[in-house]
């Protein structure tokens, strides 16, 4: 008689930004426009990639943004372990402001300041067609279920984008904007996601 094989009833998140791209390093929106990693940002993935030897990682999974990819790519070779992409860890759609440099955009900064609390605002000014903070809670929340019923894996990391963490945040506690491949930790059980605080 064939033994029946059950998902775990609890898992452990370990949602990570990924390393340091070219348009982060030249201070430019990117939101859904590709950008690759710079040299630091490639090491910065090798560091996070022996620092999650200690989470006792199974699996990785990533946007499917090239940056996000590239992260998850080197710390599953490091790792020697299987990783793919889920669009719906994508980072924010910017809209207008896409492409643009962040020094030359006070507009955005207001924004921020009030998007995790005026969550139906879009991104991008009344012509920008960006995603709302609460579109993006919903498709990052549907992801990690998606994941939690569909993977066998207890311990996942998850490479993402800085704003879509933040407003994935935003649900659990005060977001704050993570640097280049820190994180946080979600936990899933019993149907429900449960904050389980910040990692370096």
Not at 52 to 65: C, E, G, R, Y
Not at 114 to 127: E, F, K, L, M, R
Not at 177 to 199: F, V
Request: glycine share 8%.
């Amino acid at each position: 008689m064939p033994v029946l094989t059950h998902l775990p009833l609890t898992k452990c998140f370990y949602l990570c930004r990924h390393g340091q791209s070219e348009f982060n390093a030249r201070g430019i929106l990117q939101g859904h426009m590709e950008s690759p990693l710079t040299a630091l940002g490639k090491q910065q993935a090798r560091v996070l990639a022996s620092k999650t030897k200690q989470w006792n990682i199974q699996h990785i999974v990533s946007s499917h943004l090239g940056r996000a990819k590239q992260t998850a790519e080197i710390c599953a070779q490091q790792l020697s372990i299987a990783h793919h992409s889920l669009p719906g860890f994508a980072e924010r759609q910017l809209g207008c402001w896409q492409g643009q440099a962040l020094q030359e955009l006070p507009e955005f900064t207001q924004f921020q300041q009030h998007c995790y609390q005026h969550t139906s605002q879009p991104a991008g000014n009344a012509h920008g067609y960006g995603e709302t903070t609460d579109t993006v809670r919903q498709r990052m929340v549907a992801a990690l279920h998606e994941l939690a019923t569909q993977s066998f894996a207890e311990n996942i990391l998850i490479i993402s984008h800085g704003d879509a963490l933040a407003c994935l945040m935003s649900l659990f506690t005060t977001p704050v904007l993570l640097n280049n491949t820190q994180g946080m930790k979600l936990i899933y059980r019993s149907k429900n996601l449960h904050w389980a605080g910040l990692i370096d």
